[in-house]
């Protein structure tokens, strides 16, 4: 079953599954996106993604957002009650 994004409870369930995504994404993902890193920036982007990707430049929230988009697709089910 997949989120249903007509109805509010479908689209909260979708916002959920992307925000756990950007808690999961690792260095490589990060390196595969095109972005290179410095040893600070991946640990302030361990500590808090969110805080990382709203700070972030619009091209490296891009690409962030591109690794989210991606496994939102692979794993529809995720959060679905």
Do not use: C
Not at 39 to 50: A, L
Request: charged fraction near 25%; proline fraction near 2%.
């Amino acid at each position: 079953m997949r989120y249903d994004l007509t109805t509010s409870a479908g689209r909260t369930g979708d916002f959920h599954n992307k925000l756990r995504i950007l808690l999961g994404i690792d260095l490589h993902e990060l390196e595969a996106a095109g972005l290179t890193l410095s040893q600070m920036d991946w640990y302030t982007f361990r500590e808090n993604p969110f805080r990382w990707f709203i700070a972030a430049s619009t091209e490296d929230a891009e690409a962030v957002w591109s690794i989210v988009e991606r496994r939102s697709v692979r794993n529809p089910r995720i959060g679905v009650d």
